[in-house]
């Protein structure tokens, strides 16, 4: 891999990677933060999952199917999907004041259409189906995480679905390409390229990216990006399993 | 207290048969007329927060998170920290939460925490000035509610009063400019008390601790009370119904022995080293 | 009575109680400010009234029965009752900008709940009542005065009634237990306590409390604002009386 | 202007009617049709408002209250005060308010307000300064419309300029280090003349002064004037019909004469010697 | 004509007409600025127009007649005539935040009031119309010109009319009555008269005015505000009749 | 992107059809499936706007336009100059829209649009700060959508490039008290890049370029990329539907190639003086 492209930005920042090739959490570049994943912990919710990945402490919510409302946004031949990503006031460093931000509407529409490519929604037709993501603590790649999450919230609810969503972010940091980018290398780094896949099907369902990458960066990125999806879809399996067919359901240890 | 869209028939046959109960002392979790449900407390589950607490109280979750930063003082208090205290009653928490800002609820349910702390004394505010009538500390306590079922007012209050009670805040000093200079230290916030809130819910002639959504449901009205080790220091009627003054006054009596039982719980809650010097910083 | 509760603040107020017991307004403790009440004066509403208490000027006006908009907000069983309390940009020290504040907001719920209780909303299924308060001039006491004004408004709409509400706070000022707090009081006393309440009913409707009391004075001081709202309600009964039966309605005498 | 939802048919039939008496010279309520309804003005009614008048012009109630400010001056006029004047069309005042932001007509109102002051020289905004090009006063006029019957231009105007004229304001002086002090003295704001605003409705070829909201509802246009003693300073049509040019320049003639009596009948509302006092104030 | 109205701030300011009686862009008293209209040249709108007076650019379009949304605002026996006027943020000196100002709303009502005069709105009853005005560049007497291009806007849309309506403005400039404004003149001058008028109908459909005039100017202003608009009018039929009737469409001039 | 009611039974007819034409390489319009409408860009059309464009992409029409000002910066970046970016679909560009704050559609139009500028440093933002950590540029790129058929992200960037590239801004020099003097000049932007940005919809198992508001309207997915000279710079995955892989690493390099064709015409609509004077400025 390349060493450096240094740019002038570059050279005025703290080094992400040693040269050991660790990065600053000790990490090397294709390991995942530690994973933690629950579902249906929330009683009131029709689905719900809550994921840490890193200090990523995020809680998905499903409603539906139910009625649409207001009426005059029914679709004849689908289910309506809704989505709200939302951050907790205190899940950054400096305050964020409730109300929704661009950027959190922004990745709303993304993480309902990464979401969407999975679901049958010709299945409920006139329906409307609510996907609820609050982040309770950020760090990096949030949204690879939330959508994760909120995918398995619509399994706990039961929502008909061609297959499981994993996300996580790839990027290019100190110049090399990395998985699951932590806080620091999300904001000191050169690229954030978030995915979402569905392996079964190998279908990319969301794709992001900012930052300067070449061609030939961008497809490792974005094959290092799909292995990291393949590793969370089998820890979402194991978490499913666990739920339905093993008799402590990991929602029971919350609050302790 | 969010129900926004209700099932009438079916809530006036749950009110006979929760009445029938109530005659013989019971509820439909099995609780008598006076027990709380069981209460969890977890501090700093937040790790980007200065403080924060997941209070579980039955099934009704609630988590509240602490931020500071430094501002001006109001213009009326030139010589106290600020204290702002907001509610979201977040759309995962139940299916008849509409989205859009705080509605009525949201805002009841800030400003009665609000006032319990506020008025308790529980943070020394005269201590959060970094600069007199220049620069002080903003407290915020951002309280999220996370599934509801039911008295919110009681669990949103423990939630703000944990994480405020286990913050840990950025010192500061004022450099030779005169402009504040971080220390690196994180210190407590100087905790005199623990308020404790109760709220109580009439339904029929009878009186119960701790309603579910299902008893608020039904019930005619509520009284949410904030006490401290001393006495009573905020109050909240709320319901359509209204309350004998006799049964207010029996209300808040018992009320202050039950609290002190909360008040045990949350200090276990916040861990015996904690609570020792969240007191500590008093003085 | 407790001769001051000494916290570090009280040391620094100006005496809100003289030496012989006079109050900065010259009242006793248990005096109340001058009152004056008016019905029927708003010519569009289907009820209005207009209270002064000391300096609050508070208009209350009600609209409805009617029908409910937008029509989901229908309440099978009985009238669905709102209320709106407003304060007028000029009512306070500094201006108030229009929108309604977070303050506002709660007072209209308590002030709803506090009429509701009288309200026989049952004989009024699917149909929706509006109830408008707007301070002039805020004084202290502005919620009760609003609360005493309101039900007022509600007989002159001929909404069928329980009972009448009358509304007061009480307080603690030097240690003292006061009827009916001033606006000085209000801001440098140690408690206020809103009441309201239907006599003939016994019923508390409105109960709300700021500051510290032992539970002894609490009593004491909820057993003093019964008192004073027994007299808002001879008040009320007053001038109901007199603007339905005598010849000279003092809403005549409006703006001279 | 305010109303939302109409009875369409019986609109109709009304204007049958009014336009019927109309023809004989004759009003609903008995006006001929260059009558204004009986004008009352009661000023400084708000003791915490600086300036405030309430003014009933038959069934229309309208109160205004002052307030200032000091503040920077805008960056095209650093040498003079601010003024803003807003409008709420209160929810008590009719039926068919919808709550929420003002909507275009309470934004009309305010502005068409705003410029018979503004334009009249009413207020000289030069003498509202404080430190030149850094401190001005903000004049905050704020209406509130308590009761609909019509023609609220005319009323509104004429309460926002008695609780102008009646306004006694905070002095200031400029401290020794350039900070402004009030000197604890209030005085009347330099008021130069009296706008007085005019509003005239067409119905058919009918035109008539002061229309009430029965008349509004069924008008094709409406022309408001607001005359200084010199000449006219603001005009405002509105309304979904036209006028011809020649009913205009007739109008704003006969207007102008109508405006002198109005403007007695605003002093005699301010007091004698307070109206003096306000004309003083401009010298 | 008399020669300035010496105000003390008249004295102040630069002067507006020079010796010659030539204004800031040498035009003369009565003279109107150069002008651009065009008609149809936007796709997805019923009608559409643009207009170039002074640097004045502005774009109407018109949708309708259609559903009323939502169905509460139906009129029974005409059509609802909606209007929003809008300046983009870049259209004037400091940039405009997008969301319409008070200014915008008043300008909106008014413009609205002006074109419904003409428009047969009987003809279509329970039905609504939207009229949109961009203002691209601003330069004085945005309003008339808004007017007179979404009066051609409706023409293009095929909405009946009773007759065209142009709007300009006339205004006093160091004393003197001119027509047509432009921005300085706007800014500095001391009276500002915006008109709207149906030529054919004589019925003047938009009348404001800004700034003192005796009895006898503003007659003299009136009279030159209507030749501005019988001018204008001139033009709106020629270009309607180019578009319509000649074979080279001025909409497709654009773009390029 | 902005169709909020469609016609469902039509919608499924025409993605038949157009599948069909698909299959043999065609469009509705005659174009091939990598072929872009007709582009035709304009700069310097609004003279109040520091910088102007109006793009025509087929029927699609946008304009965008410059401001700046001096600001603090943010907090994270006291080296650099800000750049904002907002979008407007204006209620002209179709019968779809709904007034009210920009809605979902608008807000990624505005920021894709910026990180496609952003990321590629086609302004130099650390070029734009006259006193460091104090006052820099605020850049504001306003975009207003006049005409909506299809593939708004390339034409409102297009747009927004062309504006910046074209843009000449008030130069300042702080006086001797420190504050900041216009010098009286206007300045080009530092530009050092033209970015690019090119969308490709899939319909079925096709892939095509440059999307009309029909195409859009039965797209299974869509993929914006921006490209720099040197390689890629943002991308944004858009549809309910997915890419394989494989598509997506064919999209991208053959996308590389097509990019410098816009870019090229870019260039061109700058015209030859101006571009080279953009291209000047970085160094």
Redesign the interface.
Known sequence: MAQGSEG?EAQKERRLIDDQGKRTDGRGPNDMRPLRLEVGM????DG?AYIELG?N?I???V?GP?EV?PR?LV???RML?KC?Y?M????????KP??PS??E??I???I??AL??AIM?DQFPRTAL?V?V?V???DGGSRGASITAASLALANAGIPMRDMVAACAVGKVDGQIVLDLNDVEDKEGEVD?PVAY?PN???????????????D???RA??LA?QGCRQLYEAQRKVLYAHYFSSSTSGEQ??? | MSISRRNFVVERLRKEKLKELLAKGQRLDGRGLRDYRPL?I?TS?????EG?A?V?LG?T?V?A???T?LDRPYRDTPDRGNLIV?A?L??????YIE?G??NENAIELARVVDRGIRESGMVDMTKMVVKPGELVYSI?V?I?V????GNLLDAASYAAVAALASSRVPEYTLGDNGSPVQTGNRIPLPVTTIPVSITAAKIGEYVLYDPTEEEEAVMDTRLTMAFTEDGICALQKGGSGGWAPAEVIELVEGSFEKAKEIREQIRRGLGVGQAETAQGTGS
């Open positions: 002038p929330l009683r009131n919710a719900s200090k402490k809680v998905a919510a409603y139910k409302h005059h679709l004849p031949d999907v709200r939302h907790s006031p205190f899940s950054v460093e400096e305050r409730p109300q661009r950027r509407i922004e709303s529409k993304v309902r259409e969407e490519a929604v609510d609820f609050e309770l603590e950020s390229m569905m099907l190998d279908r990319i369902t969301l794709l992001q990216m900012d930052g300067k990458l070449t061609i960066e961008f497809k974005l094959d799909l919350k609050g302790q | 969890s977890s589950v937040v790790s980007k927060a924060s997941q579980y099934n979750a988590i998170g602490v931020k930063s907001n979201e977040l759309p995962l928490a139940s299916p989205l800002p705080p915020f951002d999220n996370l599934n509801i079922d």
